[in-house]
């Protein structure tokens, strides 16, 4: 289980039950992406993603994905690819139709990436303001595991 450090405290990003229950791309996305490994998430969740899975799990995955690419191109300079990314993933999020995926909050997710990326919705050019200090998420599932397609 991956032990991450949050604030002074330390949490589990998952369970043992949590290990045995989903893919294996899924559980190391999610490491990579705590790690802040924004491209190497995007990498593993791609490798899910690609194979035979359920059009929601499909669906979860792409705006998984397209968060984490959100960051990664922060990392190398390109807010405005990060913008369309954020927005990609918000949309997707929303399609889902559900609060929690493959024991995901998505709403406290979805908090998360609005505090660390909202600025980019700010001015009509993310390109003409400074990026702000930024807090990155942190994948936390949540207690359980949930059927998925």
């Not at 589990?12 to 924004?38: K, M, R, S, W």
């Not at 984490?68 to 997707?92: C, D, S, T």
Request: charged residues 25%; aromatic residues 12%.
């Amino acid at each position: 289980m991956a032990i991450l450090e949050n604030i002074g405290e330390e949490f589990e990003a998952y369970t043992a039950e949590h290990l045995a229950a989903y893919p294996v791309e899924y559980i190391a996305g999610i490491d990579l992406y705590n790690a802040e490994e924004f491209h190497a998430a995007h990498d593993a969740w791609e490798e899910r993603w690609m194979g035979e899975v359920g059009q929601h799990e499909k669906l979860f995955l792409q705006a998984l994905i397209q968060s984490a690419v959100a960051f990664h191109h922060l990392e190398i300079g390109r807010p405005g690819a990060a913008r369309r990314m954020y927005q990609m993933a918000k949309e997707k999020f929303s399609r889902l139709g559900t609060r929690c995926f493959m024991s995901l909050d998505l709403e406290e997710y979805q908090a998360q990436l609005d505090r660390a990326l909202a600025w980019l919705l700010s001015v009509p050019d993310p390109r003409t303001i400074e990026q702000p200090e930024i807090e990155f998420p942190k994948i936390r599932l949540m207690s359980g595991v949930m059927d998925f397609d």
